[in-house]
């Protein structure tokens, strides 16, 4: 951990289902003797075995000693051939996709797992923006690489099989994931495109546990047709082919038999007849093989048969490990690297000042910068550890640290500790190992701190008042989905309290409300999300105590269309008035809030720049008092008073009533999404008594909000999700059925090249989601599993002030469910 310059920390990323986790124990395997032959390694809860699939991201640590003929063609910095590798294996689910987001924060290269059949798909898709999105260097492995080969398919390839059909699919895969790649370019991350001559791109197969680079069978042949390595393996990809007639190298195929292409003819030819004499258990020409290979098997394994003795043969000549390793070691950044440029990302104070100089030297010597990106419960006993990254410094066991929360601003006192660490350890899968103290440029996991940090936080040394915090992650996924949870037995309340709040702990992106009357609300990223979250609470965080869950319903939110004018509200006793007026924000500014671009930590110049591009006025950008919900949310209320100021009492209170106002809009309590509020006049009493009062200025200050929001022609925003399906053409008839009941029109429609899978994409409103995936389950007897990715918002069209109207007719019903006042009886207080 002390030689910064042999660290590699990486992510593992994928769309579910595409093999990344069995891949990771080929690793683990090979560096652990076989400690993951007894299952994924990475599956740390019984529920991740029991569905097959990743639902939290866990750590582990490799040592790898590199082979010193391989470091030679390294360019980098390096220390010896002892390598530390901190790996992070993340779920493939779009509704765990938080989960990405806070290994991605902690690492500094991703190994991205594509399943060479499926593609590229919409997961993919969307964690490969998230890796570039955050500085991360990415690699490529196309996994599922037997499938491609006649004997090993099990339906998902056409019949007809060739190497060049092979070829095609390949190249498809990596055309469209450099598509990608070039949409989001990083300049600071420089050419990242993935370039299989170039040892980016790595061939496997995870189930069978052998993957190849082009460079490695540059280096069996190169010698044996005198040409040098970085020139061979050039001709293996791309429009190269060798003619076995003449054994020349031409830029076009010559004749249909004996030209060929170079990764045709060296890298898919004889993986095909050592799988081809296996399969047909051809021993005679097997043996002949493995000599000319230089492979050798034991007595005991030339005796498998079939699939097991491919697994043999290709595991010792072509082991995965070997191939990965290498990649990641030689293609990913060192620490020292990459933070050179993921400060201008990350730390959101001066890029000149201590603390960035000493997150981009990588300085052990420096202050303490560490950030915690999501806690674990590695017993899931109730108990949590704080993970993260030490960017500076180095942190140690009983050493006292200041904690900046989510919601910390400098120069405030909110969200702000300081506690002491009681210990600090490696992650390593099932297990943690205490150790007396970490450096900076690798992970770590910390105890003592679970009552001090709910998700997230930046972590620095006691008394460093002058830093600032390591900038919030930006999420993919929002929480749209939502159950409500009741304890069948009220004196069980308390525990239900507690286990909500342990559950907020456990989970980057879960909302729970508090409890009212011995029920709240539980919110997550879709069904299946909310399934783990009510399961992990009532099983693990209440011991198994009995709880109602109810149907899942969708969140919407509440914006307006309009502007308000302004509206003069006053006080209960008539002696105060609050002139305010609300109109919509520009789509741009809102996604500059929402990707963190512009808030209450953004400088004065950055602020100015920003809002000027959407016509707001240079002066106006030191005016904005408050973003929210939350300090951080997608609504700002703005001072436009001329003359004068404004008494600090009733600017806090003003504030603290927004930031109840944006989380409980005036339609249905729902969250607002893109209003901005601007206070234009207040006039107070002469008189101290009547009003600086709470009672007074409160009730004022709470109707002027309303009353702003519902006169600017207020509209319910819904969720929209991107639905992406891969079914075969047998399964299109039912699929499109299905479609058009749930009244989502397909968007494309496009057969993956020599493969029998056609993928659909199509836009879902959110009202549908509940159920969506059960249906095309239960219809195509668990074929198709369609994946829902959240796209936007879109405003729902009726006005929702209108009873007839659909949006009118779900208002009512909210507000019936919430124990609301009748909107009508609403409107008439406010006299609208």
């Known amino acids: 951990m002390d030689n910064k310059t042999n660290i590699r920390n990486m992510a593992v990323i994928a769309h579910v289902g595409h093999g990344k986790s069995t891949l990771v124990d080929s690793l683990v395997a090979a560096n652990s003797r076989g400690v993951a032959a007894d299952g994924h390694v990475t599956d740390t809860r019984e529920d991740e075995a029991q569905r097959g699939m990743s639902i939290k991201s866990t750590g582990i640590s490799l040592l790898h000693v590199m082979d010193i003929e391989s470091l030679q063609a390294y360019k980098g910095q390096r220390d010896g051939n002892r390598y530390l590798i901190n790996l992070i294996d993340s779920p493939g689910h779009v509704e765990f996709s938080s989960e990405v987001t806070a290994a991605l924060r902690v690492t500094d290269g991703a190994l991205l797992v594509v399943d060479c059949i499926e593609g590229v798909c919409v997961q993919t898709e969307t964690v490969l923006r998230q890796a570039l999105g955050e500085g991360v260097k990415p690699i490529l492995c196309l996994n599922k690489m037997d499938e491609l080969f006649p004997g090993l398919q099990v339906g998902r390839v056409k019949p007809e099989s060739p190497g060049e059909h092979a070829y095609n ?10 598509h990608i790649m070039a949409a989001n370019k ?3 991350l420089g050419d990242v495109q993935f370039c299989p001559h170039n040892g980016t791109v790595v061939f496997s197969s995870g189930l ?19 040409m040098d390595e970085s020139k061979f393996v050039k001709k293996l990809w791309g429009d190269h082919f060798y003619d076995r007639t003449t054994q020349k190298w031409t830029s076009e195929r010559t004749g249909p038999g004996n030209c060929v292409r170079g990764f045709v003819y060296f890298c898919y030819n004889p993986l095909k007849r050592i799988f081809a004499a296996c399969m047909s258990d051809d021993k005679a020409e097997l043996w002949r093989l493995c000599g000319k290979l230089g492979v050798k098997l034991s007595d005991d394994d030339k005796k498998l048969p079939g699939v097991a003795l491919v697994t043999c043969v290709m595991q010792a000549w072509l082991p995965a490990s070997t191939a990965l390793l290498e990649m990641i070691i030689l293609h990913l950044p060192s620490p020292c690297e990459a933070q050179m440029h993921r400060v201008d990302k990350l730390y959101e104070g001066p890029l000149n000042d201590t603390y960035a100089q000493a997150m981009r030297n990588c300085d052990p010597e420096g202050p303490l910068m560490l950030y915690v990106s999501k806690m674990i419960s590695p017993s899931q006993d109730g108990r949590f550890l704080a993970f993260g990254r030490v960017f500076s410094g180095r942190i140690a066991n009983g050493m006292k640290v200041r904690i900046m929360g989510p919601s910390y601003v400098p120069g405030l006192k909110n969200d702000l500790c300081e506690k002491t660490v009681q210990k600090t350890f490696i992650w390593m899968g099932r297990n943690q190992y205490e150790v007396e103290d970490i450096p900076c440029g690798t992970t770590v996991s910390i105890s003592g701190l679970e009552e001090y940090i709910t998700k997230s936080g930046t972590l620095t040394n006691e008394g460093k008042v002058d830093a600032w915090p390591i900038r919030r992650m930006k999420f993919c996924v929002h929480p749209v989905i939502y159950v409500s949870v009741e304890c069948k037995v009220l004196k069980d309340v308390p525990e239900l309290v507690e286990g909500l709040k342990r559950l907020s702990i456990s989970d980057p992106i879960v909302i729970c409300s508090a409890v009212k009357s011995r029920s709240c609300t539980i919110a997550g990223a879709g069904e299946l999300h909310l399934q783990i979250c009510c399961h992990d609470l009532q099983g693990v965080f209440m011991d198994g105590t009995k709880i109602y869950i109810s149907h899942p319903e969708i969140f919407l939110r509440e914006t307006i269309l309009g502007e308000s004018g302004i509206r003069e509200t006053k006080s209960p006793n008539g002696q105060n008035r609050l002139f305010m007026s609300a109109h919509r924000l520009d789509e741009k500014l809102v996604k500059a809030i929402e990707d963190g671009l512009l808030g209450p930590r953004t400088d004065l110049a950055a602020r100015t720049k920003i809002l000027a591009k959407s016509g707001w006025d240079e002066g106006l950008a030191n005016k904005i008092w408050c973003f929210g919900p939350g300090s951080f949310g997608p609504n700002m209320v703005v001072d436009m008073c001329k003359g004068g100021s404004i008494p600090n009492q009733v600017k806090e209170t003003l504030v603290e009533c927004f930031q109840t106002a944006s989380e409980e809009g005036a339609l249905a309590e729902e969250i607002i999404r893109g209003i901005c509020f601007e206070v234009h006049h207040v006039l107070l009493h002469d008189d101290q008594k009547y009003r600086h009062t709470k ?29 992406e399906i891969q079914a075969p053409e047998s399964a299109m008839d039912i699929i499109i059925g299905l479609l058009n009941q749930y009244s989502s029109n397909i968007l494309q429609r496009f057969e993956r090249e020599g493969t029998q899978l056609i993928t659909t994409r199509s836009y879902l409103h959110g009202g549908f989601l509940v159920g969506f995936a059960e249906a095309f389950r239960a219809a195509t007897s668990g074929q198709v599993t369609p994946q829902c990715v959240f796209s936007h918002w879109g405003t729902m069209s009726s006005d929702p002030l209108k009873a007839s109207s659909l949006t ?21 207080e406010l006299e609208l």
């Open 169 to 178: 699919i390949l190249r498809n895969v990596i055309e469209n994931a450099n």
């Open 186 to 188: 990083d300049e600071q």
């Open 208 to 226: 069978h546990g052998w993957a190849f680079r082009l460079t490695d069978i540059a280096k069996k042949y190169a010698s044996k047709f005198r």
């Open 695 to 723: 009672n007074q200025l409160i009730p004022m200050i709470k109707r002027a909000f309303h009353e702003s929001q519902l006169r600017a022609k207020p509209r319910l925003l819904e969720p929209v999700f991107v639905v």
């Open 808 to 828: 009118g007719q779900m208002v009512l019903d909210i507000r019936k469910a919430k124990k609301m006042k009748e909107l009508s009886v609403a409107l008439k």
